[in-house]
């Protein structure tokens, strides 16, 4: 078997594709990222082995991604994380923004996951796809119909494809995002009607009362990857600090807080 193998990751010019390009990297991989737009500097600073500039919902783009990888080793590995985050309202909808949606999250998602499995199949690899998903797959907020739309669509996928290539090892799965601190959800709170309310809303709606860092998103995904996850497929697995168990973040137990804040002076 190989040493080295190869992993396409989509959007790592910066934000969470960018921390996972980056984590691969140092655990191995040799990272090829797709990314929209030139100058991010992922492949001067290391992040990413090389990169395909293109727009994810244009399949060719993943299909080049594909080659380039394998010329540089065996590909393994594939993490569909390009996506775009839009309210669309369907009493006053703008189908532009709707069909903007869907392509990049819905068709760059099936693209991706057709390059890769055309690429295991030639291979004869049994390879992994993480797909970047969110928690807006398995619960609502309002105003996101497109946007939830692609995510429900996005965990379907992942069990489609466990099912369908499970036989010759081949394993999928969507790991399901809650609130991240990253330069795109800073600009979406920083563009809201009201910031302050919309932040502590985002970190009020976990039970663990903040984001999730890239670095932890990065470190999931590389698990999903990686031969420590080799008999799971098909789920979709939330990593939002138990926001989609709770029925809603109530005050802190008094006891609990107590011990909290007793802690925090004594360390």
């Not at 797709?34 to 090389?50: K, N, Q, T, V």
């Not at 590909?75 to 923004?97: C, F, M, Q, Y």
């Not at 939002?240 to 137990?253: I, K, Q, R």
Request: charged share 20%.
């Amino acid at each position: 078997m190989p040493d080295t193998y190869s992993v396409v990751v989509t959007g790592t010019g910066k934000g969470i594709g960018r921390a996972i390009a980056e984590h691969l990297t140092a655990q191995g991989w040799i990272v090829i990222g797709i990314e929209r737009s030139s100058g991010s500097g992922s492949r001067e600073a290391g992040a990413c082995h090389d990169i395909i500039l293109g727009d994810t919902s244009d399949r060719e783009v993943h299909q080049r991604a594909g080659r380039l990888a394998q010329e540089a080793a065996p590909l393994k590995g594939w993490v569909n994380n390009a996506g775009i985050t839009k309210r669309t309202p369907l009493h006053r909808v703008d189908e532009s923004v709707v069909r903007e949606i869907v392509n990049i999250n819905g068709f760059g998602y099936l693209w991706g996951s057709a390059a890769a499995l055309d690429a295991f199949l030639d291979q004869e690899i049994a390879g992994a796809i993480v797909n970047i998903g969110s928690i807006h797959g398995r619960v609502s907020f309002p105003d996101f119909a497109a946007y939830e739309f692609t995510k429900g669509g996005i965990d379907a996928l992942s069990r489609s494809i466990a099912v369908s290539y499970g036989a010759v090892g081949i394993r999928a799965n969507t790991l399901a995002l809650g609130a991240v601190s990253t330069p795109h959800l800073e600009s979406f709170i920083r563009n809201a009607p009201d910031p302050q309310k919309l932040e502590a809303s985002l970190t009020g709606g976990s039970p663990m009362r903040r984001f999730a860092s890239s670095e932890e998103a990065a470190k999931a995904t590389a698990f999903l990857l990686s031969d420590d996850s080799s008999y799971l497929s098909g789920e979709s697995i939330a990593l939002d600090g138990g926001w989609t168990a709770s029925s809603g973040v109530g005050e802190l137990d008094e006891r609990i807080r107590e011990r909290l804040y007793r802690g925090k002076e004594n360390s």
